[in-house]
Protein backbone atom coordinates (compact mmCIF):
# COMPACT_ATOMS: atom_id res chain seq x y z
CA UNK A 1 0.00 0.00 0.00
CA UNK A 2 1.31 3.52 -0.73
CA UNK A 3 1.65 5.96 1.76
CA UNK A 4 2.53 9.70 1.42
CA UNK A 5 5.51 11.05 3.97
CA UNK A 6 7.04 13.56 5.66
CA UNK A 7 9.35 14.50 8.38
CA UNK A 8 13.04 15.23 9.53
CA UNK A 9 16.45 12.85 9.46
CA UNK A 10 17.15 11.96 13.02
CA UNK A 11 19.43 8.91 12.04
CA UNK A 12 20.82 7.10 9.50
CA UNK A 13 21.60 3.31 9.84
CA UNK A 14 24.64 1.07 8.44
CA UNK A 15 25.40 2.15 4.75
CA UNK A 16 24.55 -1.88 3.96
CA UNK A 17 20.99 -1.32 5.53
CA UNK A 18 20.27 2.09 4.12
CA UNK A 19 17.86 2.62 6.55
CA UNK A 20 17.00 6.03 7.82
CA UNK A 21 15.24 6.82 10.65
CA UNK A 22 12.58 9.69 10.29
CA UNK A 23 10.05 11.86 12.32
CA UNK A 24 7.12 13.40 10.63
CA UNK A 25 4.22 12.34 9.61
CA UNK A 26 2.69 9.37 6.95
CA UNK A 27 -0.76 10.00 5.34
CA UNK A 28 -1.19 13.37 7.69
CA UNK A 29 -0.59 11.47 10.82
CA UNK A 30 2.36 11.73 13.46
CA UNK A 31 4.80 9.37 13.32
CA UNK A 32 8.27 8.06 13.52
CA UNK A 33 9.19 5.46 10.77
CA UNK A 34 11.83 3.71 9.21
CA UNK A 35 12.65 4.72 5.58
CA UNK A 36 14.50 1.94 3.60
CA UNK A 37 15.98 3.69 0.41
CA UNK A 38 18.06 3.04 -2.77
CA UNK A 39 21.75 3.48 -2.62
CA UNK A 40 21.81 5.93 -4.55
CA UNK A 41 19.25 7.74 -2.70
CA UNK A 42 20.83 6.57 0.77
CA UNK A 43 24.04 8.52 -0.30
CA UNK A 44 22.07 11.78 -1.50
CA UNK A 45 20.41 12.22 1.88
CA UNK A 46 23.84 11.65 3.80
CA UNK A 47 25.31 14.20 2.00
CA UNK A 48 22.31 16.62 3.63
CA UNK A 49 22.79 14.95 6.78
CA UNK A 50 20.91 14.86 9.67
CA UNK A 51 17.69 17.89 10.12
CA UNK A 52 17.24 17.68 6.65
CA UNK A 53 13.32 17.76 5.65
CA UNK A 54 12.28 14.70 3.79
CA UNK A 55 8.59 13.94 1.78
CA UNK A 56 7.79 11.72 -1.01
CA UNK A 57 5.59 8.87 -1.39
CA UNK A 58 6.71 4.97 -0.02
CA UNK A 59 5.16 1.69 0.04
CA UNK A 60 4.45 0.67 3.44
CA UNK A 61 6.14 -2.51 4.59
CA UNK A 62 5.08 -2.90 8.11
CA UNK A 63 3.33 -1.50 10.80
CA UNK A 64 4.99 -2.39 13.69
CA UNK A 65 8.00 -0.87 13.48
CA UNK A 66 6.47 1.11 10.89
CA UNK A 67 9.08 0.54 7.67
CA UNK A 68 8.16 2.04 4.19
CA UNK A 69 10.44 1.65 1.62
CA UNK A 70 10.61 4.00 -1.35
CA UNK A 71 10.23 2.84 -5.14
Known sequence: MK???EG???SFDAPD???IFV???VDGEPAEFI???SE???NELMR???GQRIEGEATKVSD?????KMD
Open 3 to 5: ARF
Open 8 to 10: VIV
Open 17 to 19: TRR
Open 23 to 25: YGS
Open 35 to 37: LLV
Open 40 to 42: EKY
Open 48 to 50: LGI
Open 64 to 68: SPLVL
